[in-house]
């Protein structure tokens, strides 16, 4: 059995990081915000602040009706790439719609890296974030593999703050959900044949996303997909690309016509080892032994799944990293998925060749213990031993 320590990969990357200082002074630009997302423009007049006349429990009704779709904020973050692949001038303007040409990279070839974090609003008033360093780490990864300038760790994490200070009456109150925080790399510059954009742009944007489980953790129905793979070895599944998403929304459609919640992809060489769902990583629970796909250039390496293993770890579980059969399955005590938008999600079965396994004899134990531990930390409920909290008065 081979346990390999989790980790990022940063030696490659230090080419756009030796010379760039962090940008600190932040300028408003005055561009209006256009083409309003109509879904949520109700809401946002609902919620804005100009509302002298609202009471406390309308404005939790508004909390509560909060789903996981976008709700136009106040101000994003911009900020460019020069000739020499540095970024630099990066500041906050309105949210609204950005300008990008025809024969931009992002468009044609798809070059483009995503990112996904989230803050919480404590008790008293102040934001904390969860480990956004990780985040700024595994962006300028992904941007290596991608052949792309990235903008610094300290920029990121800086240009995360600014974003979300600049938000911060979009962040839900305690216990009605976070802000989500949607980092992008978009190579924007004009490209006719496959080459790497001549320009960058690194953009966040927010939006407040309501709680996931108002009524307690509700278990997944999983069905095991035979026919499409969701990455190869070689391939960017590793990484953030935008493209990756895309290719396997049909197989998660299918999936839910037949009644299940989303995919568990297997490898794409002996199509029998487990991977991740569609966006989440998974693991499985025997006695008190969790076992997690080893990253081996085709899993996204979750920030919540290597919080996950450090807190398993603390808490006295053994934790493998290792190729895990699809096999196994039937004899696990117990499987969760973990990822961004809601840290832990316990697996209520998963179907294998039209044989379906159900878990939950346990209570979900497991998924539960972890689940807290986790989001206690993330919403400043407990002390954070770990240091992976920033908070933002």
């Known amino acids: ?110 070059q483009g890296i995503i990112e996904g974090l989230k803050a919480y609003k404590k008790q008293n008033g102040s934001i904390i974030l969860f480990r956004p360093e990780e985040n700024g780490l595994r962006l300028r990864v992904g941007a290596e593999r991608m052949c792309m300038p990235a903008p610094t760790i300290e920029q990121f994490v800086e240009a995360v703050k600014s974003t979300v200070l600049a938000n911060k009456r979009w962040v839900p109150p305690p216990d009605k959900g976070f802000l989500h925080i949607r980092p992008l790399l978009l190579g924007n510059g004009p490209v006719l044949s496959l080459t790497t954009a001549p320009e960058c742009t690194f953009l966040i944007y927010v939006t407040p996303v309501g709680n996931y489980f108002e009524r307690g953790l509700k278990p997944i129905n999983l069905v095991v997909e035979n026919e499409t793979r969701r990455a190869a070895p070689g391939g960017v599944g590793s990484i953030k690309a935008i493209g990756n998403y895309a290719g396997i929304i049909k197989a998660q459609a299918a999936a839910k016509v037949n009644g299940f919640s989303d995919v568990l992809y297997l490898d794409s060489v002996h199509n029998k080892y487990l991977e991740e769902i569609s966006t989440a990583n998974i693991f499985v629970v025997k006695d008190d032994t969790i076992c997690t796909p080893i990253l081996g250039g085709t899993i996204v390496p979750g920030i919540t799944r290597k919080s996950i293993i450090d807190i398993a770890h603390s808490q006295g579980f053994q934790v493998e990293e290792r190729l895990v059969s699809v096999e196994e399955l039937p004899d696990a005590d117990e499987v969760f998925c973990s990822g961004n938008a809601f840290c832990v999600l316990p697996v209520g079965s998963v179907t294998y060749m039209d044989k379906r396994v159900d878990y939950g004899d346990s209570g979900f134990a497991v998924s539960q213990q972890l689940y807290s531990a986790l989001t206690n930390i993330q919403m400043g409920l407990t002390d954070d031993t770990m240091g992976w909290t920033t908070v933002l008065q």
């Open 1 to 110: 059995m081979l346990l390999v320590p989790l980790s990022f990969t940063n030696a490659t990357i230090g080419q756009f990081s030796s010379s760039l200082k962090v940008h600190h002074q932040l300028r408003l630009a005055g561009t209006s915000s256009h083409g309003c997302l109509s879904a949520s423009a109700s809401w946002r007049r609902a919620t804005s602040s100009d509302s002298h006349s609202e009471t406390s429990e309308s404005a939790d009704r508004r909390w509560d009706s909060l789903g996981f779709n976008p709700v136009q904020t106040d101000y994003m973050y911009v900020m460019k790439s020069s000739e020499d692949g540095s970024f630099a001038d990066g500041g906050l303007r309105r949210y609204g719609n950005i300008e990008i040409i025809p024969s931009a990279a992002v468009l044609n070839y798809g």
